[in-house]
């Protein structure tokens, strides 16, 4: 079948799936709690409610739920969850339908499938440039349904489980396992990226009606700004242009150019776990703050905001541990403004929804520090690089220099969410903007998430503190600037200013350049992606060849392609044995360095046309290696003599052939 097709198929089949593991569980929790009004709001908003819902406590139920009975268990206790809501939703679909709301379901949909499916030309197959992160998010998954939680190390074959962030992929891994052999580790995060986008759109509506700032707003104009604002990115194509300019090239990720502050599509399509993360945190504040507005007590409301919380809570630990530090930090800074204020029942309900969420991720946490070799030192104080000042200058007073611009840099980052953000505080004012907890806490999460963002950074292969942290800023940007634009309009009618406008323009252009660039980055040429879909010719016979080794080996096999490329891709992205050692970002998932190293050092050499297959064998067996995978691409596939045409395959085509170990003396 082509592969296209296929992926297409996977990902349509896959947002199907999340209609009863994530949509009507989450109706089913809104009902059961009655948080955020759930019961009393319109069909709609109550579907995209229980979006936010289902993304927002799922992953923490459904860790627990697998580490206890495993996968299949926990996808039926949510298809069970689900159905007790079944006759309510339909009763809420049973109108008319939606058809603006469906093209743009379908639309978003779509664009999350150009994102992240391969283009299958039938003698060719083209992969897109989001492959960098969906060979890690396809592995975990397909290792959390073959194994169980903690799931097994995908990228480096050890007795240790992985120690990472895995709440997200427990929903992939019931989408997988219930999607059979139509659905895999890659359809099915594409089908919970395109969920994860409707559960923004429930946060914001939540959000907006929470801070109580819009009551005199039209409807469908606060709709029209969220959809006017959610495409547009920051000013990052004006840096795209100067690095053109200083290198000659273009490069095809445009927040490469500086420290990451990512658009909302394209963290929805490379990093969705962050975002869940993000609405779950936002989710766990939001309820106690619903509660914290009512004069009256009413225990079983708190109740049940307290639990939410908790969970939520939970599940932002587990979704990203560098949005939870965020979470952390805010809900400190309201807590010690509630003691402040000697508001006692919601300093209490803040700190019993914070034990509560730290009880419940302590599996989680726990697995974490067990299983990674690096739990030391990997978060340090550094003032944000900015990309333009690292250009010109890398001097004494570097430091310094960074503080000073460190303004600009967040407002090149935010583009019009910046403009946005003034205009707002322009013409609200501040006894307005915090009259209810909600408008409070848009304040205190954007400064915890712009503090961790702009003086500290994770030292594990990539800044991912920074690049993620300030997710929870943007979410108060976002929201403010929807707020000015629909305060400043009139009727049904945004007004932009010319400024304004001017920024939108750009955010625009430079969210539409990076989707570009997730399937035009081989005409750009440029050196740092090399790497990528070198040979489209053995790429997809690498992706025919891992299909087969899934149906034709045995699963727990390790099955081992070179790992001497820079990064390696399709073994994660296509395959369902384990794999000795990837590449060289193996220890993504906590295994020590040093381990890493000895066993590329090790392997390297099988591919070498020096070894000998008496040579070959020793170093497979040594590794743990049951059969190889070489490609025409290999340094030993063109020498005539060498082992790999002096071995029987169990599987050849003309460039891609498996070797069992075994048969190597053949």
């Given at each position: 079948m082509n592969g296209t097709l296929s992926d297409a198929c996977g990902v349509l089949l896959a947002a199907l799936l999340g209609v009863p593991l994530v949509l009507l569980p989450g109706y089913a929790l809104g009902t059961i709690t009655g948080v955020l009004e759930f019961r009393t709001l319109p069909p709609g908003r109550r579907a995209l409610c229980a979006a936010l819902l289902g993304i927002g406590l799922l992953p923490a139920l459904d860790a627990l739920m697998i580490q206890a009975a495993g996968v299949p268990v926990a996808a039926l206790a949510n298809a069970m969850l689900g159905l007790a809501a079944l006759r309510p939703a339909l009763r809420d679909w049973r109108g008319p339908l939606d058809r603006p709301a469906l093209a743009l379901g379908a639309l978003w949909l779509g664009i999350v499938s150009y994102a992240l499916i391969d283009l299958d030309t039938g003698t060719a197959l083209y992969q897109p440039l989001t492959i960098i992160d969906l060979v890690k998010h396809a592995a975990l998954t397909r290792a959390i349904v073959a194994h169980?939680?903690?799931?097994?190390d995908p990228f480096f074959a050890r007795p240790e489980r992985a120690g990472y962030y895995y709440d997200f992929y427990t929903l992939t891994a019931l989408v997988d396992w219930a999607g059979g052999r139509l659905v895999d580790g890659r359809t099915a995060f594409a089908g919970l990226a395109a969920w994860t986008g409707f559960a923004l759109l429930g946060l914001l509506d939540r959000l907006l009606a929470a801070t109580g700032l819009a009551r005199d707003v039209s409807p469908r104009l606060l709709r029209r700004a969220v959809l006017l604002l959610l495409p547009a990115g920051g000013l990052d194509i004006l840096l795209v242009l100067l690095d053109r300019a200083a290198s000659g090239f273009w490069i095809p990720i445009p927040e490469w150019?500086?420290?990451?502050v990512v658009n909302w599509p394209t963290s929805l399509v490379w990093v969705p776990h962050h975002v869940a993360a993000t609405l779950a945190g936002w989710l766990g504040l939001l309820v106690l703050a619903e509660r914290a507005d009512q004069a009256q007590a009413d225990r079983r409301a708190e109740t049940a905001a307290i639990a939410t919380a908790g969970i939520a809570f939970a599940a932002c630990a587990g979704l990203s541990v560098w949005v939870c530090l965020g979470t952390v930090a805010a809900a400190a800074i309201w807590l010690a403004l509630l003691g402040f204020e000697r508001r006692w029942r919601g300093v209490a309900g803040l700190a019993a929804a914070g034990l509560l969420g730290a009880v419940l991720a302590a599996p989680y946490l726990g697995s974490v520090l067990a299983n990674r070799a690096d739990t030391g030192g990997t978060i340090r104080f550094a003032i944000r690089r900015f990309g333009?000042?690292?250009?010109?200058?890398?001097?004494?007073?570097?430091?310094l220099l960074r503080l000073i611009l460190l303004p600009m840099n967040y407002y090149v980052a935010l583009g019009v969410f910046a403009g946005g953000a003034l205009l707002f505080w322009q013409v609200v004012p501040r006894r307005e903007a915090h009259a209810r907890e909600a408008g409070r806490l848009l304040t205190i999460c954007a400064a915890a998430g712009l503090l961790l963002g702009g003086f500290f950074r994770s030292a594990i292969l990539y800044n991912d503190l920074g690049?993620?942290?300030?997710?929870?800023?943007?979410?108060?940007?976002?929201?403010?600037?929807?707020?000015?634009?629909?305060?400043?309009?009139?009727?049904?009618?945004?007004?932009?200013?010319?400024?304004?406008?001017?920024?939108?323009?750009?955010?625009?252009?430079s969210t539409l350049y990076g989707f570009v660039g997730m399937r035009a980055y081989p005409a750009a040429d440029h050196p740092q992606f090399a790497i990528l879909n070198r040979h489209p010719d053995i790429d997809r016979s690498l992706r025919a060849a891992y299909a087969w080794a899934g149906t034709h080996l045995p699963r727990d096999l390790v099955l081992q392609a070179s790992p001497l490329p820079r990064r390696v891709f399709d073994f994660g992205l296509y395959g369902m044995q384990?794999?000795?050692?990837?590449?060289?970002?193996?220890?993504?998932?906590?295994?020590?360095?040093?381990?890493?190293a000895a066993r590329l050092a090790l392997v390297a050499p099988i591919f070498d046309a020096t070894l000998s297959a008496a040579d070959v064998r020793r170093a497979a067996v040594a590794a743990g290696i049951g059969a190889l995978v070489v490609t025409a691409a290999d340094a030993a596939w063109g020498e005539p003599e060498s082992w790999i045409w002096r071995t029987r395959p169990a599987y050849a085509d003309p460039r891609v052939r498996i070797l069992r170990v075994e048969d190597l003396d053949d």
């Amino acid at each position: 079948m082509n592969g296209t097709l296929s992926d297409a198929c996977g990902v349509l089949l896959a947002a199907l799936l999340g209609v009863p593991l994530v949509l009507l569980p989450g109706y089913a929790l809104g009902t059961i709690t009655g948080v955020l009004e759930f019961r009393t709001l319109p069909p709609g908003r109550r579907a995209l409610c229980a979006a936010l819902l289902g993304i927002g406590l799922l992953p923490a139920l459904d860790a627990l739920m697998i580490q206890a009975a495993g996968v299949p268990v926990a996808a039926l206790a949510n298809a069970m969850l689900g159905l007790a809501a079944l006759r309510p939703a339909l009763r809420d679909w049973r109108g008319p339908l939606d058809r603006p709301a469906l093209a743009l379901g379908a639309l978003w949909l779509g664009i999350v499938s150009y994102a992240l499916i391969d283009l299958d030309t039938g003698t060719a197959l083209y992969q897109p440039l989001t492959i960098i992160d969906l060979v890690k998010h396809a592995a975990l998954t397909r290792a959390i349904v073959a194994h169980g939680l903690p799931p097994v190390d995908p990228f480096f074959a050890r007795p240790e489980r992985a120690g990472y962030y895995y709440d997200f992929y427990t929903l992939t891994a019931l989408v997988d396992w219930a999607g059979g052999r139509l659905v895999d580790g890659r359809t099915a995060f594409a089908g919970l990226a395109a969920w994860t986008g409707f559960a923004l759109l429930g946060l914001l509506d939540r959000l907006l009606a929470a801070t109580g700032l819009a009551r005199d707003v039209s409807p469908r104009l606060l709709r029209r700004a969220v959809l006017l604002l959610l495409p547009a990115g920051g000013l990052d194509i004006l840096l795209v242009l100067l690095d053109r300019a200083a290198s000659g090239f273009w490069i095809p990720i445009p927040e490469w150019l500086n420290e990451q502050v990512v658009n909302w599509p394209t963290s929805l399509v490379w990093v969705p776990h962050h975002v869940a993360a993000t609405l779950a945190g936002w989710l766990g504040l939001l309820v106690l703050a619903e509660r914290a507005d009512q004069a009256q007590a009413d225990r079983r409301a708190e109740t049940a905001a307290i639990a939410t919380a908790g969970i939520a809570f939970a599940a932002c630990a587990g979704l990203s541990v560098w949005v939870c530090l965020g979470t952390v930090a805010a809900a400190a800074i309201w807590l010690a403004l509630l003691g402040f204020e000697r508001r006692w029942r919601g300093v209490a309900g803040l700190a019993a929804a914070g034990l509560l969420g730290a009880v419940l991720a302590a599996p989680y946490l726990g697995s974490v520090l067990a299983n990674r070799a690096d739990t030391g030192g990997t978060i340090r104080f550094a003032i944000r690089r900015f990309g333009p000042l690292e250009q010109i200058y890398g001097g004494p007073g570097l430091d310094l220099l960074r503080l000073i611009l460190l303004p600009m840099n967040y407002y090149v980052a935010l583009g019009v969410f910046a403009g946005g953000a003034l205009l707002f505080w322009q013409v609200v004012p501040r006894r307005e903007a915090h009259a209810r907890e909600a408008g409070r806490l848009l304040t205190i999460c954007a400064a915890a998430g712009l503090l961790l963002g702009g003086f500290f950074r994770s030292a594990i292969l990539y800044n991912d503190l920074g690049a993620r942290v300030v997710l929870l800023a943007q979410v108060s940007a976002l929201v403010w600037t929807v707020l000015a634009l629909a305060r400043t309009g009139s009727g049904t009618r945004l007004r932009l200013s010319g400024s304004l406008g001017a920024l939108l323009l750009l955010g625009y252009a430079s969210t539409l350049y990076g989707f570009v660039g997730m399937r035009a980055y081989p005409a750009a040429d440029h050196p740092q992606f090399a790497i990528l879909n070198r040979h489209p010719d053995i790429d997809r016979s690498l992706r025919a060849a891992y299909a087969w080794a899934g149906t034709h080996l045995p699963r727990d096999l390790v099955l081992q392609a070179s790992p001497l490329p820079r990064r390696v891709f399709d073994f994660g992205l296509y395959g369902m044995q384990p794999v000795a050692v990837a590449d060289r970002e193996a220890r993504l998932f906590g295994a020590a360095p040093e381990a890493v190293a000895a066993r590329l050092a090790l392997v390297a050499p099988i591919f070498d046309a020096t070894l000998s297959a008496a040579d070959v064998r020793r170093a497979a067996v040594a590794a743990g290696i049951g059969a190889l995978v070489v490609t025409a691409a290999d340094a030993a596939w063109g020498e005539p003599e060498s082992w790999i045409w002096r071995t029987r395959p169990a599987y050849a085509d003309p460039r891609v052939r498996i070797l069992r170990v075994e048969d190597l003396d053949d």
